[in-house]
């Protein structure tokens, strides 16, 4: 989890109320952070991830002064009109398509804000961002800047300055000699153009992901910011620019609007307070249901809980129901003792998962973890086959619009991801798949490198008989497997696994460069099998 470092004199000027070091650390104990140290005037504090909006001294300030009842309620931020716009270039739409920006003005840095304002760039980018993959972060002197402004892309022998180097530079050369390039370089690995900011007298403002213009760089002189927020997705973007912005407001910035952005209108959610109640086991009152909701900085109007623009973690009731309680006080629950008897005990599947998570670990895989969900071009079309995934009926995002229907698509996805490190990589996952009629827990393991089909099976073999199972290997046909390098597994007569070695059309789908070979084994039915 990520851990930021607190200015306990400037955090307490911002929540406006002075407590002592007990009572602080108790407050903030009670939020929900876990506090590392407090040593001086430094606070260290470990923040969940779901809460990126805590990544700041003005984040964690608001909520901590709605916590302590200091300044409760939601918070409004009015974004004023202006001409300020930008365009985007239909090239940027295969690199990196999604952006967002705004204008804040009338800032007033000092070192305090200062260190905060970069620190939360760069914690959200890490987080939030995921390590700038999925967004990535500009922050510019407005004064140095003239509208409108292009998103576009650029050949990479374009040059600009770049931030902290004395001279221009061409975007290879950003790439391969400056230290964010060599250290994001991967991000826009294959590409024959780069993402490119430039104003309206053809000034480079940024390259994102990898790095922002010397030109247009903040300081501590500087009044009035431009942020670019570009990214894989749009939600992720929108959410960035929200808190990015808020945190200025807070410290007494104006927000105007670029293309209409940001939009920071509450999201409004039914909970009803019946269902807060049942969950929790308590009696509350409207008037103190509305109470506690205003203590985690959230509105209520018209039996709807309004959000704020900047909290992201809030997906379903379920996560209002989390801010009652901890609006209530955890130490103010009281403990129940059951009606009924009951002893507890490890379910009989869970250990056989270990016994076999054990292993694979043996066998110096990686255990990863990935989403339930994904998409229909992973799960069918890069895979060349003929499964059909169950699709949500409302998807919020287009990656994740379906349940998947095998684990093997998810773990081409992490390798993916990993291309810039070190190869071989092995790893293994055991997970949930589903059926139109049922799930079931799968075992995947991918190994990519210098690798054949013969050593995925020696490890599928080697599980196999660790079980004490004896297994049948038929060759057989499937899409996503060379011929001749895949068989079907049968134990007892059942049909539990596929191991084989990926096709090229497969990698070259998935932008894979190194041989893959895997298995997927049905842990659910060979669990049955063992017990018979």
């Known amino acids: 989890m990520p851990t930021i470092t607190l200015n306990k004199k400037d955090l307490l000027k911002l929540v406006g109320k002075q407590l002592n070091d007990t009572q602080l650390l108790d407050r903030m104990a009670m939020l929900g952070t876990d506090v590392e140290h407090m040593k001086g005037n430094e606070i260290c504090v470990e923040i969940f991830p779901n809460r990126p909006d805590l990544l700041s001294e003005e984040g964690f300030a608001r909520a901590l002064s709605s916590f302590i009842g200091k300044k409760t309620g939601l918070r409004n931020y009015k974004v004023q009109k202006n001409n300020y716009s930008y365009k985007i270039d239909s090239k940027v739409k295969k690199i990196r398509p999604y ?117 247009t760089k903040i300081t501590t002189q500087t009044k009035n910011i431009f942020f670019d927020v570009t ?160 699709p949500l009926t409302n ?30 990589q092995k790893i293994y996952e055991i997970g949930t798949i589903f059926t139109e009629k049922e799930e079931f827990q799968r075992l995947a393991c991918v190994l990519s490198g210098d690798v054949s089909y013969t050593d995925a099976r020696q490890i599928l073999e080697g599980l196999l008989r660790n079980l004490g199972v004896e297994a049948h290997y038929k060759e057989t046909k499937h899409g996503s497997f060379i011929p001749g390098r895949v068989a079907r597994i049968t134990i007892k007569g059942k049909k539990v696994a596929y191991v084989g070695e990926l096709h090229p059309q497969v990698l070259q789908a998935n932008s894979l460069d190194m041989p893959v070979s895997c298995f997927e084994l049905n842990l659910s039915v060979l669990y049955e099998l063992l017990k018979h």
């Not at 269902?275 to 109007?301: I, T």
Request: net charge positive.
């Open 231 to 390: 990214g894989t997705d749009q939600q992720a973007v929108n959410q960035a620019l929200n808190i990015l912005v808020t945190a200025c407001a807070d410290r007494g910035g104006k927000i105007y609007a670029v293309n209409k952005q940001p939009n920071l209108q509450p999201i409004k959610i039914v909970v009803k307070l019946d269902y807060v109640n049942k969950l929790l086991g308590l009696e509350l009152k409207q008037k103190e249901y509305e109470k506690l909701l205003a203590k985690m900085g959230l509105g209520y109007q018209q039996g709807k809980v309004l959000v704020p623009a900047y909290r992201v973690d809030v997906l379903h009731p379920m996560d209002i129901v989390e801010d009652i309680a901890i609006a209530y006080g955890y130490e103010n629950f009281k403990p129940e003792i059951p009606n009924i008897s009951t002893v507890g005990e490890e379910h009989s599947f869970e250990k056989f998962k270990r016994v076999v998570s054990t292993t694979m670990a043996n066998y110096r895989l990686l255990e990863t973890n990935t989403h339930h969900l994904s998409n229909l071009t992973e799960q069918k079309t890069n895979m060349q086959t003929q499964l059909t995934p169950i």
């Open 395 to 424: 998807a919020l995002n287009e990656d994740y619009s379906c349940l998947r229907v095998w684990m093997l698509p998810s773990l081409l996805q992490v390798l993916r991801n990993n291309k810039h490190h070190e190869y071989p």
């Open 99 to 215: 952006v967002g920006a705004a204008v804040v003005k009338r800032v007033q840095f000092d070192k305090a804000f200062y260190e905060s304002f970069m620190n939360l760039q760069e914690k959200l980018c890490l987080t939030h961002g995921r390590n700038r993959k999925k967004v990535a972060i500009g922050a510019h002197d407005l004064d140095t800047i003239q509208f409108p402004l292009t998103y576009t892309t650029k050949e990479l022998d374009y040059t600009f300055k770049p931030l902290d180097m004395g001279k221009e530079l061409t975007l290879r050369q950003i790439l391969n000699k400056h230290p964010k390039g060599k250290e994001y370089a991967h991000l826009l690995e294959g590409q024959k153009n780069a993402p490119i900011w430039i104003d309206k007298q053809k000034q480079v403002l940024s390259m994102p992901p990898i790095i922002n213009s010397e030109e």
